[in-house]
């Protein structure tokens, strides 16, 4: 059974940086692409990001290219970092880290009826 851990969610002021992290279990032995997704109060989920396991293919959605990055431990494959920079309050959501367990490498899915594993989400709060 996979499971998944995020941490490093918290409050943080409007242009600051945050970085999320996602621990899968390795007990499995399974190799599989993971992503992130967000909720914002009263809205639905969204893709976030996205890298298979090599980390060669990742995807990011246009909502927050250019100020958010994922990566790969390069050593540490269960480990998925997302690197957020210049926050905004419309970011403020729960985070949930996802595996899609039928992706190793390749195009990464932004559906989220694609991702088999789930995290329980850290909360991001951008205020001031």
């Known amino acids: 059974q996979v499971q998944l851990f995020e941490s490093g969610g918290g409050f943080v002021q409007p242009g600051g940086p945050m970085t999320l992290s996602c621990t899968a279990s390795?007990?499995?032995?399974?190799?599989?692409?993971m992503g992130w997704f967000r909720q914002a109060s009263g809205k639905e989920r969204e893709f976030v990001a996205g890298a298979d396991w090599n980390g060669a293919n990742s995807a990011i959605a246009d909502s927050v290219k250019g100020r958010f990055t994922i990566s790969r431990d390069i050593a540490k494959k269960y480990i998925v970092h997302l690197q957020m920079s210049s926050l905004k309050p419309e970011d403020t959501a729960g985070y949930y880290c996802?595996?899609?367990?039928?992706?190793?490498?390749?195009?990464?899915?932004?559906?989220?009826?694609?991702?088999?594993?789930w995290g329980r989400g850290t909360q991001v709060t951008v205020s001031s």
């Open positions: 996802a595996g899609d367990l039928n992706v190793q490498v390749g195009p990464l899915s932004w559906m989220e009826d694609d991702y088999e594993a």
């Open positions: 390795e007990r499995t032995g399974l190799a599989y692409a």
